[in-house]
């Protein structure tokens, strides 16, 4: 209490790097105004040093941070801080099984604005977290399930697969299935197939696949796809 005050001055007063860095120290402290000198800082601040915010953050335990990270994430400035965002919630990943929060994220990836490989980014990130979605999130991928861009479809689909959407689990591995049909002798559509498996959890399948596609390479010069999926 007796610091607050001139921290707040130095905030006040301060510029770029030293100005995230009183701020930092405010919420440490536990601010009263944390809220809105959060909210004024997200809208003002150069973006690399929201970057700087963002990463500080994660490291504070006040209940007023995710909130105003949530807020955040429905403005226009979320499309270009996609990168710090994720790496936010990545370290507070709690937060991933928040619908408020995760629904964010969501919508902020479905923006035409949000790069599209931003957009497979914090896909991916929900993937690797294990998030499931459902209701209302998953309803807000019905844009991205038939994108034009590939990548950012095959990221939705391996999203959906995880929770257990049959739809998206059988247009991931049709393609798939039909090459190992017609080509049960090639060592490469296992492989491939493998990775679809991993992607979507279910290890055993691609464990199978990546034997299988090791087993046909009969002493050929192997890339070592298969070798390190089974790793």
Do not use: W
Not at 122 to 132: A, H
Not at 180 to 197: E, I, L, N
């Amino acid at each position: 209490e007796r610091v607050m005050d001139g921290v707040r001055t130095v905030h006040a007063e301060a510029q770029a790097g030293v100005r995230t860095a009183a701020l930092l120290a405010l919420a440490q402290l536990g601010s009263p105004d944390l809220s809105e000198l959060l909210a004024a800082d997200f809208a003002q601040v150069e973006i690399v040093h929201i970057g700087s915010l963002l990463k500080g953050l994660a490291q504070v335990e006040r209940k007023e941070v995710p909130s105003c990270v949530s807020q955040l994430l429905a403005t226009e400035r979320a499309t270009t801080l996609v990168a710090p965002l994720l790496d936010y919630y990545s370290a507070s990943s709690k937060l991933f099984n928040d619908e408020e929060h995760l629904l964010a994220l969501i919508q902020l990836a479905c923006q035409p604005a949000t790069d599209g490989s931003d957009a497979v980014k914090i896909l991916d990130t929900l993937s690797e977290f294990d998030v499931t979605v459902k209701g209302a999130t998953k309803r807000a991928l019905d844009a991205l399930r038939e994108s034009s861009q590939l990548k950012l479809r095959e990221s939705t689909l391996v999203l959906l697969a995880r929770s257990k959407d049959k739809g998206a689990r059988r247009s991931l591995l049709q393609a798939f299935d039909e090459r190992v049909k017609y080509s049960p002798a090639s060592s490469s559509v296992y492989s491939q197939r493998g990775d679809v498996y991993y992607l979507i959890a279910e290890y055993q399948k691609a464990i199978k696949d990546y034997k299988t596609a090791i087993s046909l390479q009969r002493g050929l010069a192997s890339k070592g796809g298969a070798h390190l999926g089974i790793a």
